[in-house]
């Protein structure tokens, strides 16, 4: 068995859940996130069972403005 092989974490439930709910979105558009703006969201992986899910706004959004201050 290689390094790498034993080095494999195992999910948590929790974890296996989150991936095979968010897996499918990787690299998607996913419309909403913002009441004042025409805001999308993505989701990527980050590490094995750790996603990322960020919201893009609009320039002219007056959360982004207030949050960009």
Not at 50 to 55: A, F, K, M, P, S
Request: contains cysteine; hydrophobic residues 35%; proline residues 9%.
């Amino acid at each position: 068995m290689s390094n790498h092989a034993r080095r494999r974490r195992t999910l948590s439930p929790a974890q296996s859940a989150a991936a095979s709910m968010l897996g499918p979105l990787d690299g998607q558009r996913i419309p909403g996130g913002c009441d004042h703006c025409n805001a999308y969201q993505t989701v990527s992986p980050q590490a094995a069972g750790v996603w990322e899910l960020l919201v893009w706004h609009d320039p002219i959004c007056p959360d982004y403005m207030a949050m960009s201050r």
